[in-house]
């Protein structure tokens, strides 16, 4: 079975109001749709342009706990672009409301309608500590008609162990929206996708925000590229990447997704990585 991607490098940048946002939204989308794509990944913190609108130039923009309050312009949004499309929508992130308590959380939009989150499971430090954001409580794997997928973002692919959880659990595919702000941001989350397919066997979608919000503190700087990543060994290319954008460019890549040649890989690959685990050792702790 095969399954098409996308995934959008989305340019950051000011904005008057939230209909020149919603416009950027659909314009990514049409043009995924344009290549027959069934899931496209959006980048993490994507609805930070709201925050600078209205702002004078050099401003720096309203508090991250304002973004919440655009959590129904959102929804309804990405929920009616995957219904009108009929493709599976990775909204990026959006920052919501648990309680008194903040949370960065991914959303798949289906096609229904219907839509599911996982929250971010490791906070970095500027989220911890600038925006008062908390972690998320546990990890589940998405039903979809090509299998399950997980939804794993940014600093969440940097622990092994929670990707082993993802892979257990069924997953094939991982999704990871992310946002870094330089390139050691960059290359760390880069690299650890592709540690991540190796040691499960398993594909990896990624992409990032690029551009910058001249108005919005600590989304100044964007440094990004969307990569769909592969185990590296025959039948893959062999440095593991089946398509990737240009650095930094307001662009979108596209790839098809052969599940099958997982199985192929597993059973009797140059190296059998999910095969050979030590469970005995250690445990993916489902």
């Not at 309050?69 to 009616?80: I, K, P």
Request: charged content about 20%.
């Amino acid at each position: 079975m095969k399954m098409r991607v996308s995934a959008v490098q989305f340019a950051l940048k000011d904005i008057k109001n939230a209909q020149e946002w919603s416009a950027q939204v659909k314009h990514y989308v049409r043009n995924a749709a344009e290549y027959g794509s069934e899931f496209v990944l959006f980048p993490e913190f994507i609805t930070t342009p709201l925050l600078g609108i209205g702002e004078e130039a050099g401003g720096a923009g309203r508090p991250i706990g304002t973004l919440p309050e655009y959590t129904e312009l959102y929804t309804s949004l990405f929920s009616g672009l995957a219904q009108q499309y009929g493709m599976y929508l990775f909204g990026g992130t959006h920052v919501t409301k648990r309680g008194d308590a903040l949370r960065n959380t991914a959303f798949l939009f289906k096609p229904d309608g219907s839509w599911h989150t996982q929250d971010k499971l490791h906070i970095t430090p500027t989220e911890a500590e600038s925006w008062n954001v908390e972690p998320g409580d546990g990890v589940e794997v998405i039903d979809t008609p090509f299998g399950k997928v997980g939804l794993l973002t940014c600093y969440d692919i940097e622990f092994p162990e929670i990707v082993r959880m993802v892979r257990a659990k069924g997953a094939n595919v991982i999704f990871c929206p992310s946002c870094t702000d330089d390139r050691h941001g960059f290359y760390r989350v880069r690299y650890c996708c592709h540690a991540r397919t190796v040691e499960n066997q398993i594909y990896i979608v990624t992409t990032g925000t690029v551009g910058s919000l001249t108005n919005v503190d600590f989304m100044r700087a964007n440094y990004g590229q969307a990569a769909v990543i592969a185990p590296n060994d025959i039948p893959f290319p062999p440095r593991g990447i089946l398509s990737e954008g240009d650095i930094n460019a307001d662009m979108l890549i596209t790839a098809d997704l052969d599940l099958a040649l997982l199985d192929e890989v597993r059973e009797a690959g140059s190296v059998m990585t999910w095969r050979d685990r030590r469970v005995d050792l250690y445990t993916d702790w489902q």
